[in-house]
């Protein structure tokens, strides 16, 4: 059965539409509360913890779902501005049975979201998300009123979250380092900043101040652009931006060159692999992950699996079956012996733990992965329209793999927290890639109504 509300991360979109809005929060704090009571030990008390990230919109849809939750009978507790790594931990650290972050990660302010982790800290299954969609059409707002107080107690997340990022390494071991941190204007402005500081390292900041209008605003994971130049400028050792609820990150080497999700997934699991510690020596990506990443893998003797896109797919194969390293091309690193959630300060500091350990800068760890030419554009749409109905599109798909045999791939997917399609064209030659990539966006324009930007 398919989603209505949920895609790859929860439900996301405009605040203030049909979707984002307080009365539709309360419907689904009601609609959670009576999943989660129906999954505790005969009805009893199930205690939710709700963080979320800097959208002034945030502070209404908490109080709505706070609200929907209690009238459902659970016992509700606010972490206040919080990372989404960090909520996953507050939910094993206070015995939640729900965990729930109001955030729309690296979407503008205008949009926020809402997405659930369960009792093991790792986010909610497919079929969890279906049982909770169907308690929404059960659930009436006559109870709701904007004006009702939530009476929402207030439980601690960040120290907990602290103390075990600086696990991750020796006390002080990045003394005489200067690295910039971009923090999106985002949930880890306090979080982020204390461990590095604490760790030793001189931080110059970026995206430090939010307003509650600001979050992504020209700054974080999804423009890298200012943290390569203030990496240059101040000579830092290395460049760390987050997104807006700090589940990703890019990295920026000595040189002001970024580094992605893939380039980071490589260097964490080949040195794993030499130190022995990559369990069944086995890194998990999704379909998005550059062909490149499975070459260097092997070719070090360990194995790729890979997923659906969402690092929730990638968190669900690691636990269960036993791997501790995975994530997204997009900056999603999951730790699995740190956390079954996307962190993006736990994978800024392991890759530091590489750097220490081995000597290396940065712009010669990244050489570790030999990237096949790859070309990737996304445009949004009015409607996400079947793609296999897609005359034109499917044509131009099917002469794309025909053309490419086993030289390359295509893949062309709908994004799962934005209203766009994504095309992914790999192959040996970039002249090669651009005709196909041309061709398959004249194709989307054709079959799809395109909204320019």
């Known amino acids: 059965m398919k989603r209505s509300y949920f895609g790859t991360d929860g439900v996301r979109g405009l605040y203030g539409g049909p979707i984002i809005n307080s009365q539709f929060a309360y419907k689904l704090g009601v609609a959670t509360g009576i999943y989660a009571k129906a999954k505790s030990n005969d009805g009893e008390m199930c205690k939710v913890v709700i963080g979320r990230d800097t959208r002034d919109s945030g502070i209404i849809l908490e109080k709505a ?11 509700v507790f606010t972490l206040g501005v919080l990372p989404t790594p960090a909520v996953s931990l507050a939910v094993i650290d206070h015995g939640a049975c729900i965990g729930i972050v109001i955030t729309a990660s690296h979407n503008p302010a205008e949009d926020n979201g809402i997405k659930f982790f369960g009792e093991s800290g790792g986010k909610l299954r497919d079929s969890d998300e279906l049982l909770i969609e169907e308690n929404l059409s059960e659930v009436s707002t006559d109870k709701y009123d904007e004006s009702r107080e939530s009476h929402l107690a207030s439980l601690s997340g960040e120290d907990g979250y602290v103390k075990k990022a600086l696990s991750i390494l020796p006390g002080r ?23 590095m500081k ?4 001189e931080v110059i ?3 430090d101040s939010p307003d509650g209008a600001n979050i992504n605003d020209g700054v974080g994971s999804e423009y890298p652009g200012k943290l390569a130049e203030k990496v240059r400028q101040a000579k830092a050792k290395a460049g760390v931006a987050h997104d807006g609820d700090a589940d990703r990150v890019v990295l920026c080497d000595e040189k002001g060159e970024i580094l992605d999700g893939d380039e980071i997934m490589t260097i964490l699991a080949l040195y794993a692999l030499k130190k022995g510690k990559l369990n069944q020596d086995t890194l998990v990506i999704t379909v998005m992950s550059n062909l490149g990443v499975r070459s260097a893998i092997e070719k070090h003797g360990g194995r790729v699996i890979e997923t659906s896109v969402g690092d929730r797919y990638v968190s669900e194969a690691m636990f269960r079956d036993g791997y501790n390293l995975g994530g997204e091309s997009s900056g999603h690193i999951i730790i699995g012996d740190l ?8 994978g800024a500091l392991k890759v530091f733990e590489v750097m220490l350990d081995t000597g290396e800068p940065l712009s010669a760890l990244r050489k570790w992965l030999q990237r096949f030419p790859q070309c990737n554009r996304a445009l949004r749409v009015k409607e996400k329209l079947p793609i296999t109905e897609q005359k034109n599109l499917s044509r131009a798909i099917a002469d794309a793999e025909k053309q490419l045999s086993d030289r390359g791939r295509v ?3 709908y994004s799962g ?17 651009m005709t196909i990539m041309k061709n398959l966006t004249e194709s989307v324009y054709k079959d799809l109504a395109v909204i320019d930007d």
């Open 198 to 201: 604490e760790l030793g390292a």
């Open 65 to 75: 779902l706070a609200i929907g939750l209690s009238d459902a009978g659970c016992d």
């Open 339 to 346: 956390s079954p959630s996307g962190d993006g300060l736990a």
């Open 173 to 195: 071991s990045l003394s005489g380092w200067s690295v910039v941190l971009d923090t999106a204007n985002g949930s880890s402005y306090r979080t982020s900043p204390r461990v």
């Open 417 to 433: 927290t934005e209203s766009k399609i994504r095309l992914l064209v790999e192959g040996p030659e970039e002249e090669e890639m």
């Open 205 to 207: 900041h970026l995206g």
């Open 411 to 413: 893949l062309v997917r």
